[in-house]
Every structure is written in C-alpha cells, then in structure tokens.
Nanobody
Framework: QVQLVESGGGLVQPGGSLRLSCVAS????????MAWYRQAPGKKRELVAA??????NYADSVKGRFTISRDNAKNTVYLQMNSLKPEDTAVYYC??????????????WGQGTQVTVSS
C-alpha cells in the first residue's frame, strides 16, 4: 500500500511562485515515474509535468516556467512553479507509477492541492 501526500498549494499573485511537494510512503520497492496533473473546474485533468530516473517532460503551457524534480532518497517529487498565470489555477494532483510490497506496478494518486493565481 502506498500513500501520496501533496503540500505547498495556496493563493499567489500573477507572476509569483509556488513550490509543490509530494511524498510517497509505504513498502516501496521501485518508483518508475512520478508526475503532476492538474484539473480546473469544468475541464479535464491534464498532465503538467513528468519525471523518470533521467528524463522530464512538460505540457507546452508550462514550459520555461515550471520545473519538476525528484529526490529518490526521500521518495519525493517537487514542482517549482514560477511566473504563475491566472490560467494556472487548478487542483494539482501527484501521481506515481510504483511497485510496493506484494503488489505489481500500478498508479497511485494524491488527494490534490489547490493552487489559485489571482490579484
């Protein structure tokens, strides 16, 4: 069993910055990849950024502004968000493709954290 817990969301002005964190806990054997998704009201959930052991990828809308990173020793993934825009407002979800305990590879999701960009 794996639990993912996000933190770092909040209210920020346009042009500001936030740093999201997601910690995975449990009987983790391996983490293949971790990612951040977001969902705004009335819109579908979309991939924001993903990271494997050596590669990253980003949605076009956040390239150059967001940076995803990973601390393997702490089973933690981060999302540094700079130059935030009102259209970045959404609930941000952490996702991990993880092997843990007696389970095989599967996807786990955090509970989400609200990010609001507004004056």
């Amino acid at each position: 069993q794996v639990q993912l817990v996000e933190s770092g969301g909040g209210l920020v002005q346009p042009g500001g910055s936030l740093r999201l964190s997601c910690v995975a806990s449990g009987s983790i054997s391996n983490i293949n990849s971790m990612a951040w998704y977001r969902q705004a009201p009335g819109k579908k959930r979309e991939l924001v950024a993903a990271i494997t052991s050596g590669n990253t990828n980003y949605a076009d809308s956040v390239k150059g502004r967001f940076t995803i990173s990973r601390d393997n020793a702490k089973n933690t993934v981060y999302l540094q968000m700079n130059s935030l825009k009102p259209e970045d407002t959404a609930v941000y979800y952490c996702q991990g493709n993880i092997r843990a305990g007696t389970y095989y590879w599967r996807d786990y999701w955090g509970q989400g954290t609200q990010v609001t960009v507004s004056s």
